[in-house]
């Protein structure tokens, strides 16, 4: 009698194992961590699903969260998406990227909206592949493209505004790159930074007083900020040359950015590859976008500066 139960009690485990392996088969599970809602982070994250639905159809499923710019909650969400096994992570902005690179090592992990992976996961001699469970596609427009862009726009002026968030490493990154490269055209630079939202209103008012044109990069803080930081130095009749193009619609003057749509839409190929067994993603080296020159029309009007040739205006 032991032994006919025993019997049946595997046959059980058996059906219950491949029910379930079944329907991990016939759905692709994917979590999404998005750090924050801003225009990019949103539109690269609608590139992404709207690729893998056009691949899979209703064979993907979504489980989407949003950190709210909490860097502490990235690290519940990738956790909670360990613990329920998804079969692909993507991690929206550098934090959601460093949060589920820390909860697994064997999961896949597609980062998007990242500036530089070796910046982000204290790779030394960082090649272009990460090498493990994680790849992904960069944001990062040519640094010193974005320099000259700036002696293209404001010629005369002498001092240089770097305003940035010192708590996202890839802001720091880029704004040690644009120091460097701005100083060898000859301008003056002062890096005026806020640890979190609470600071930036203050230290955007400290940096509209003491220069010429401000410079912001990529950089999530001030992104969630910008009709702050408009409302600051518009008024104050300082410019602003922005490392994106959604900063720039709300705030800048001009941009050379990429679009971050295309970007979620890149991400979603590499998913796809990984998902049906294409390609191993410690092969697969990061992707970058193409940048394109653009300007505010609007905000040009507003302060009297003449578009300079060659740009795109912002739609």
């Known amino acids: 009698m032991k032994r006919k139960l025993l019997a049946v009690f595997c046959i059980m485990m058996m059906v219950i194992s491949m029910t379930a392996c079944q329907k991990k088969d016939d759905k692709y599970v994917i979590g999404i961590c998005q750090l924050v809602t801003h225009d990019a982070l949103d539109a690269a994250t609608k590139g992404f699903k709207d690729t893998l639905i056009a691949e899979f159809g209703d064979k993907v499923v ?9 860097a502490a909650m990235c690290g519940t969400i990738a956790t909670t998406f360990v613990s329920e096994n998804v079969d692909l992570i993507m991690a929206n902005a550098t934090p959601a990227l460093q949060a589920a690179a820390a909860a697994t090592g064997d999961i896949p992990i597609l980062g998007t909206s990242v500036t530089e992976y070796g910046v982000a996961l204290s790779l030394k001699d960082f090649n272009g592949t990460v090498g493990t ?3 992904g596609t960069s944001d990062l427009a040519p640094l010193k493209d974005q320099a000259a862009m700036v002696k293209a726009w404001f010629p005369e002026a002498k001092n240089v505004g770097l305003l940035y968030c010192s708590g996202e490493a890839n802001s720091q990154y880029q704004i040690d790159v644009m120091e460097t ?5 000859g301008y003056t630079c002062t890096r005026y930074s806020f640890t979190d939202t609470n600071d930036v209103a203050q230290v955007t008012q400290n940096a509209a007083a003491n220069s010429d044109v401000i410079y912001v990069p990529t950089d999530n803080t001030v992104a969630s900020n910008a009709a702050l930081i408009d409302g ?12 994106e193009e959604g900063i720039c619609k709300i705030a800048g003057v001009a941009t050379l950015s990429i679009s971050y749509y295309d970007l979620g839409v890149a991400t979603g190929q590499m998913a796809i590859k990984i998902l049906k067994g294409e390609a191993k993603i410690e092969e697969m080296p990061i992707e970058y976008a193409t940048a394109t020159a653009k300007y505010n029309a ?18």
Do not use: H, R
Request: hydrophobic share 45%; aromatic share 4%.
């Open 232 to 243: 600051i130095c518009q008024p104050a009749k300082v410019p602003i040359i922005a490392g």
């Open 181 to 185: 490269e701005l100083k060898a055209l």
């Open 298 to 315: 609007d905000m040009c009007a507003a302060l009297g500066i003449t578009p300079v040739t060659g740009y795109e205006a912002i739609k």
């Open 133 to 135: 469970n994680v790849s």
């Open 62 to 70: 979504f489980k989407e969260q949003n950190a709210a710019n909490d």
